[in-house]
């Protein structure tokens, strides 16, 4: 009998199936960190630039898939207006609907963590 591991595979040979999620915590915090933000402060380019660098700093982590820091950063905004909705601020509706804003700093910083690690890491071998 052997051992089948279906994991993913570093070039280290460390199994990373448990290990993202630590990473996808992290970026739940982020975008509920961004929502809380956006409703304090209640400005927009202060929300996209948080969503921004924590999209980048999560590319650069981990940078295979760099969607997937971008949908679970930006969709905990909007659910964090919408709680503060139902408990006690009330976030006016061009505000909540501003929040789906978030998405396109955040697919730039993704995306640009990720090429960033490529390069990094390409600089590192001396290619």
């Known amino acids: 009998m052997s051992n089948v591991n279906c994991g993913m595979k570093t070039s280290e040979g460390v199994s990373r199936t448990g ?14 960190g961004a929502g809380w933000a956006d409703v304090a402060i209640n400005d927009l ?34 659910l964090t207006e919408l709680a ?4 006690t601020v009330k976030p006016t509706r061009a505000q909540i609907y501003g929040s789906f804003l ?3 700093p955040g697919i730039a910083g993704a995306y640009g963590g990720s090429f960033m690690r490529g390069v990094i890491e390409n600089l590192r071998q001396g290619k």
């Open 19 to 32: 290990s993202d999620a630590w990473f996808y915590l992290l970026a739940a915090l982020c975008g509920v």
């Open 45 to 78: 380019l202060f929300t996209a630039l948080l969503v921004l660098s924590a999209c980048m700093l999560l590319g650069l982590l981990r940078p295979r898939w760099p969607w997937r820091w971008v949908l679970t950063v930006g969709v905990f905004i909007p």
């Open 84 to 87: 503060y909705v139902v408990l």
């Open 102 to 104: 978030a998405f396109f």
